[in-house]
């Protein structure tokens, strides 16, 4: 199981991961599933490394 979480100040959205080959976007602050505004800024800010925006891995 492994979740790539980006964080900026607004909120954490990350990658959870979900069966075998499966996965989606997770909002990690509320514990839900992410919506389409969320998972939208999400790509956004994955195409553009802003310097105000940190990456956490976690590999487990």
């Known amino acids: 199981k492994w979740e790539l979480e980006?964080?900026?100040k607004?909120?954490?959205?990350?990658?959870?991961?979900?069966?075998?080959?499966d996965q989606e976007l997770w909002n990690m602050k509320e514990d839900r599933v992410a919506t389409l505004k969320e998972a939208m800024s999400y790509l956004v800010?994955?195409?553009?490394?802003?310097?105000?925006t940190d990456f956490i891995s976690h590999a487990t």
Not at 10 to 21: E, R, S
Request: glycine fraction near 14%; charged fraction near 20%.
């Open 45 to 52: 800010m994955m195409l553009r490394v802003g310097s105000d």
């Open 6 to 8: 980006v964080v900026n």
């Open 10 to 21: 607004n909120t954490i959205i990350g990658l959870k991961k979900i069966g075998v080959d």
